[in-house]
C-alpha cells in the first residue's frame, strides 16, 4: 500500500518548503524539514536513543520519498537537537520516529515535533494516526497519550536487538482530521 501511495498525486507535499515549520520559541527551537544535510547529526541522537539506530543510508532513502513522508528537525542554533517523521498511507498517518537529544529532553522539545507532525499529517488528509512504542517505554508513552493516542494492541517480539526481544505496543489516534482534534493541538501548543 505504501508503493501504491507513492504514487498516488494526493499525497504531494504541500509545501517543498526550506525555511521552518515552526519558529524559535523562548528557547529558541526552530522545526524545519529534515534536509540531507541534517541526517550526521540526526544519527548521533539516534546512536544513543535506540538499541537498532536507523543508518545514515536508511535516514536519506526516507528523506527521497518525499510524496508520503515528512521528516522534520528541531534545532537550537546550528545544532539539530531532535527528530521525527510521519508516513502517510491514504488516510492514516504512521509516526515512523520522534528523538531528542538525551541532553535536551523533558525541555518539551518532543511535544513541539509530534505537534508539528500531528499538524503536517491533517494537511495531508489523514484521519487517524498510530505508532509502536516500546511497552517499556513509558516516556514515549505518556507523550502520545497527550496527543490522544490509546492502546489498541501488542504486536509480540516486534523489537529484536542485541538486548533481546521487546513486544510494541500499537497506539493509535482517531478523528484528527476533526475540529475537537484541531483544538487539543491548539491547547498542547499553548501550554509550550
Ligand atoms: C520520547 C521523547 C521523544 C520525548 O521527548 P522530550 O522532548 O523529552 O519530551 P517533552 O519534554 O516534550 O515531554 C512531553 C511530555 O511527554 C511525557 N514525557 C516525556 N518524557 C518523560 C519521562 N521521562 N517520563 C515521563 N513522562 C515523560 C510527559 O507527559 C511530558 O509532558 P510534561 O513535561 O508536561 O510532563 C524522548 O524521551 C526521547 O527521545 N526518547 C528516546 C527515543 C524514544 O524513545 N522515542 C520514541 C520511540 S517510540
Do not use: C
Amino acid at each position: 500500500m505504501a508503493a501504491a501511495a507513492d504514487r498516488d498525486p494526493r499525497f504531494a507535499h504541500p509545501e517543498q518548503r526550506d525555511g521552518p515549520v515552526s519558529r524559535a520559541d523562548g528557547d529558541g527551537v526552530v522545526i524545519e524539514p529534515m534536509r540531507r544535510r541534517h541526517v550526521k547529526a540526526v544519527q548521533a541522537i539516534e546512536l544513543q536513543v535506540y538499541p537498532r539506530p536507523w543508518s545514515v543510508a536508511l535516514f536519506q532513502s526516507e528523506l527521497a520519498l518525499r510524496e508520503t513522508r515528512t521528516y522534520l528537525v528541531a534545532r537550537i542554533g546550528r545544532d539539530v537537537v531532535g527528530y521525527g517523521g510521519l508516513m502517510m498511507t491514504m488516510t492514516d498517518g504512521h509516526i515512523t520516529t520522534i528523538a531528542v537529544d538525551p541532553q535536551r529532553q523533558r525541555h518539551g522539545i518532543g511535544a513541539r515535533l509530534l505537534l508539528a507532525l500531528a499538524r503536517e499529517a491533517r494537511v495531508r488528509g489523514a484521519e487517524a494516526l498510530t505508532l509502536e512504542v516500546r511497552l517499556s517505554n513509558r516516556a514515549a508513552q505518556a507523550l502520545y497519550r497527550k496527543f490522544g493516542f490509546a492502546p489498541v494492541g501488542v504486536r509480540t517480539g516486534y523489537y529484536q536487538d542485541a538486548a533481546g526481544t521487546e513486544d510494541a505496543l500499537i497506539m493509535w489516534a482517531h478523528g484528527v482530521d476533526s475540529d475537537d482534534y484541531a483544538r487539543l493541538l491548539d491547547g498542547l501548543e499553548n501550554r509550550q
